[in-house]
């Protein structure tokens, strides 16, 4: 059981190195070539690639809490205020959800962190 993560833009660098030492599977929205596309959009590529979002945008959450409203399917997204989550506490609770969830526990859920 593991998932794989696509970082939203925002996301710090470091989140994102913090989870790849640790053997998390994550990919970017910038090195996926998709910089500068809308929160539904980057849904859209997330289902395409089979990954959980993860996000710190509060606009984020209206696009999910959209599709679970009107019943649209997605693959789960993960969220963390950036005031109320250190980097290290993301990196720590990403790495658990990320080795211990399946596709199927987070898909059209919406997961806050801290856990």
Do not use: W
Request: proline residues 2%.
């Amino acid at each position: 059981m593991s998932i794989n993560l696509y970082m939203d833009e925002q996301v710090p660098r470091g989140i994102t190195l913090g989870l790849r030492l640790r053997g998390v599977d994550v990919l970017t929205v910038q090195e996926d070539g998709c910089s500068g596309f809308s929160d539904s959009q980057v849904v859209e590529r997330a289902i395409a690639l089979q990954r959980v979002v993860f996000t710190q945008d509060d606009d984020f959450l209206v696009e999910a809490n959209r599709r679970q409203t009107e019943g649209i399917n997605f693959t789960g997204v993960i969220y963390a205020h950036q005031r109320s989550v250190s980097i290290g506490s993301c990196v720590n609770d990403l790495e658990i959800i990320a080795k211990a969830a399946s596709q199927e526990e987070l898909a059209n859920r919406i997961q806050y962190l801290p856990l």
